[in-house]
């Protein structure tokens, strides 16, 4: 396996913060992802590798193991079992290349094979017990784009995560930047060890005259002047279409009321829903014909005599 600098296929440094490599892998990510580079085998080379990177370099624990093993990370926990230092053992070469001996490796150790690491501790059994273990696949992370009105339903959808194409549900009721797990559908384990999982990261995109907060929706609806004053019934959007509501006589600007079980359907809870909240703002007339005029000038005099 050769090793493969992710600090550079994500474009960072070592010092990269874990927002910065969330940020990194997003720009890169919509780059080379498959969809917008059809037929374009080095765009799907590079798109593979910038979600392996990502998957070392965003788990905290894992870019540890890397910072240290490099592409033998997966196996740090048998080398510090070992009682195996790379640093201690580099430093250890550095001695003996300043009394004479030959380094055949050399460099930055993290590119270097643990072969000999293993061959002196166990021999020719350790290399045996080293192809039989059985390793689990890396976790595959992704981003899927939905506006609000598709996030109300559930509903199927077709996406391509490292070349490959699945079919998933998605539950009614996902919120903007919520992660979901997709058990079995990462990279697959090695010496027939278990597939890594697929975590989704749900972007929603919030195109409609709504406003989400959890399950509960805002909106703003106008109300003409003659239905404010004298009261009446009006028509108003919500998700599942018009709904008729009662409005009272001398309703004032701000107004607000609720439609209870009109929000965003509550995620994975069966027909249960938030609510919609409504704030009246008043819609004052214009054009007004001259007769109009007339009659509300009446009306003023009416209010300054009273």
């Not at 592409?71 to 510090?80: C, L, P, S």
């Not at 270097?112 to 293993?118: G, I, L, P, R, V």
């Not at 976790?139 to 109300?152: G, H, I, M, R, T």
């Not at 609720?258 to 819609?283: C, E, H, M, R, S």
């Amino acid at each position: 396996m050769d090793y493969i600098d992710y600090y550079k296929v994500l474009e960072i440094t070592k010092s990269a913060t874990e927002a910065e490599i969330k940020k990194a892998y997003r720009k890169l990510a919509r780059k080379y992802h498959p969809d917008l580079n059809p037929n374009d085998k080095e765009s799907e080379k590079k798109f593979k590798e910038i979600n392996e990177a990502n998957e070392v370099l965003s788990n905290p624990d894992n870019r540890k193991k890397y910072d240290k093993y490099g592409k033998d990370w997966k196996h740090a926990d048998e080398f510090e079992k070992a009682g195996y230092d790379p640093n201690q053992q580099q430093n250890q070469r550095q001695q003996q290349n300043n009394q004479g001996y030959s380094d055949f490796n050399g460099g930055d150790f993290a590119g270097s094979d643990f072969s000999d690491f293993f061959n002196s501790m166990y021999g020719s059994a350790g290399r045996s017990s080293r192809s039989q273990a059985k390793y689990r696949g890396q976790d595959f992370n992704a981003e899927l784009q939905l506006d609000l009105a598709s996030a109300y339903t559930t509903h199927k959808q077709n996406l391509t995560v490292n070349g490959k194409n699945i079919r998933i549900t998605i539950p009614a009721g996902v919120e903007n930047g919520q992660i979901i797990k997709i058990p079995n559908h990462g990279a697959p384990g090695a010496n027939g060890g278990p597939n890594g999982d697929l975590y989704i990261t749900f972007l929603i995109d919030n195109n409609s005259d709504f406003k989400r907060e959890g399950n509960n929706l805002y909106a703003n609806v106008d109300l003409d002047l003659y239905t404010a004053i004298l009261g009446g019934e009006i028509y108003v959007n919500t998700f599942d279409g018009k709904v008729k509501i009662k409005v009272p006589a001398e309703t004032q600007p701000g107004t607000k009321v609720k439609l209870k079980g009109k929000g965003f359907p509550v995620y994975k809870k069966d027909n249960q829903f938030g609510d919609l909240y409504i704030a009246y703002t008043l819609k004052v007339p214009t054009k007004l014909s001259a007769k109009e005029k007339e009659l509300f000038e009446e009306l003023a005099k009416l209010r300054n005599h009273e």
